[in-house]
């Protein structure tokens, strides 16, 4: 990790968050990355700028700085599991662009960099330092994030797509940026509109990443969000297709980086009545506490992220604090609307700021 200043420090101790990421760099933000036998995450990594680090992450011109936030084995499907840190110092050069298969699948041979880059301008081969950052953790779920030493923003930047290459299905998204690690501007509406495709033809999943002032923490990140429906603002529900309102949601959390099912956020009872789908309004917000009882109250119409009270247990950091939320969609056989279809509908929305 690169030196921190005492002022920095000093700072992050007063607001309970890490002083790694908070000093001025470039920074690029890659909120979802899954790695199992047959998925595989691919990066894009664009570098614009010679304000870079050396190998021991001081100011220089070689080196971009990448962690990757895990979670791995049995926890990557554990939501409330926290996430593992692993991170290097690995080549670059001005006008960049690093293509990485995260789990090594794609370029065995090459460190995980693909599409025959050269290794000239950016010696990266010449290294020996292997870019697939989740090579040895698969099955495993988190984010990546990268920056540089410049001190202004836009001289980084990205792309992601998820691709289970064993079906041929993908999904992708453009990596955040922002010139330190304060990434809590990139929390997802709350609430969002959303709506809900029939549950016994296609599966609706929510990927959730909580984002913080310091979206760079030392060591691990246990950040922990929620999300719920909460469409009526006054309490849990949701409404089915001929606008009925139907209640009986289940809040979920979670910590660091988690999938959340959308039949998970809904009770039994309210399953059933809602079948053929509908739309709710997905809250997502930052937790200080792992209370199960915690829940916004009081909500208007009109808010966007404005719940006015949590109980005692758990309470929001800011008002712009939450969680940046995607969300899945794929059918389960092979129809759409009950009619035949030839291949997999596989469709992502990251919901935005």
């Given at each position: 990790?690169?030196?921190?200043?005492?002022?920095?420090?000093?700072?992050?101790?007063?607001?309970?968050?890490?002083?790694?990421?908070?000093?001025?760099?470039?920074?690029?933000?890659?909120?979802?990355?899954?790695?199992?036998?047959?998925?595989?995450?691919?990066?894009?990594?664009?570098?614009?700028?010679?304000?870079?680090?050396?190998?021991?992450?001081?100011?220089?011109?070689?080196?971009?700085?990448?962690?990757?936030?895990?979670?791995?084995?049995?926890?990557?499907?554990?939501?409330?599991?926290?996430?593992?840190?692993?991170?290097?110092?690995?080549?670059?050069?001005?006008?960049?662009?690093?293509?990485?298969?995260?789990?090594?699948?794609?370029?065995?041979?090459?460190?995980?960099?693909?599409?025959?880059?050269?290794?000239?301008?950016?010696?990266?081969?010449?290294?020996?330092?292997?870019?697939?950052?989740?090579?040895?953790?698969?099955?495993?779920?988190?984010?990546?994030?990268?920056?540089?030493?410049?001190?202004?923003?836009?001289?980084?930047?990205?792309?992601?797509?998820?691709?289970?290459?064993?079906?041929?299905?993908?999904?992708?998204?453009?990596?955040?940026?922002?010139?330190?690690?304060?990434?809590?501007?990139?929390?997802?509406?709350?609430?969002?509109?959303?709506?809900?495709?029939?549950?016994?033809?296609?599966?609706?999943?929510?990927?959730?990443?909580?984002?913080?002032?310091?979206?760079a923490p030392d060591v691990a990140n246990d950040y922990r969000a929620r999300v719920e429906f909460f469409t009526s603002m006054q309490r849990g529900d949701v409404y089915d297709r001929d606008e009925n309102l139907i209640s009986g949601t289940v809040p979920q959390d979670v910590v660091c980086?988690?999938?959340?099912?959308?039949?998970?956020?809904?009770?039994?009872?309210?399953?059933?009545?809602?079948?053929?789908?509908?739309?709710?309004?997905?809250?997502?917000?930052?937790?200080?506490?792992?209370?199960?009882?915690?829940?916004?109250?009081?909500?208007?119409?009109?808010?966007?992220?404005?719940?006015?009270?949590?109980?005692?247990?758990?309470?929001?950091?800011?008002?712009?604090?939450?969680?940046?939320?995607?969300?899945?969609?794929?059918?389960?056989?092979?129809?759409?609307?009950?009619?035949?279809?030839?291949?997999?509908?596989?469709?992502?929305?990251?919901?935005?700021?």
């Open positions: 990790m690169f030196a921190k200043s005492t002022l920095a420090s000093a700072v992050a101790a007063a607001i309970g968050v890490s002083a790694v990421g908070i000093a001025q760099a470039d920074s690029v933000f890659f909120p979802q990355v899954v790695l199992s036998d047959t998925v595989t995450t691919i990066a894009s990594v664009i570098n614009t700028t010679a304000s870079n680090w050396d190998n021991a992450g001081n100011v220089s011109t070689t080196h971009l700085h990448y962690r990757f936030y895990y979670k791995a084995g049995v926890n990557a499907s554990d939501a409330t599991a926290s996430c593992e840190e692993y991170d290097e110092y690995l080549p670059t050069s001005i006008g960049d662009i690093q293509t990485i298969d995260l789990s090594g699948h794609f370029g065995a041979d090459t460190l995980g960099v693909l599409f025959n880059d050269p290794s000239i301008n950016n010696n990266w081969a010449a290294t020996n330092r292997d870019y697939a950052f989740g090579r040895n953790v698969a099955p495993a779920r988190g984010y990546l994030y990268v920056d540089n030493s410049a001190n202004s923003g836009n001289t980084l930047g990205g792309e992601a797509f998820v691709f289970e290459f064993g079906s041929g299905a993908a999904w992708g998204y453009q990596a955040y940026n922002t010139n330190n690690a304060n990434y809590a501007w990139a929390a997802s509406a709350s609430p969002s509109l959303v709506p809900l495709m029939p549950f016994g033809e296609i599966t609706t999943a929510f990927f959730v990443t909580p984002v913080s002032v310091d979206q980086v988690a999938r959340i099912d959308a039949m998970d956020l809904l009770s039994d009872g309210a399953m059933a009545r809602i079948a053929d789908g509908g739309w709710a309004r997905l809250l997502n917000y930052r937790l200080t506490s792992n209370s199960s009882t915690a829940s916004p109250a009081n909500i208007n119409a009109t808010a966007t992220d404005d719940a006015a009270s949590l109980s005692a247990a758990a309470t929001k950091l800011t008002a712009d604090d939450g969680a940046v939320v995607i969300k899945l969609e794929y059918n389960i056989g092979g129809t759409f609307n009950g009619e035949s279809v030839g291949g997999t509908y596989n469709n992502a929305i990251i919901y935005q700021p």
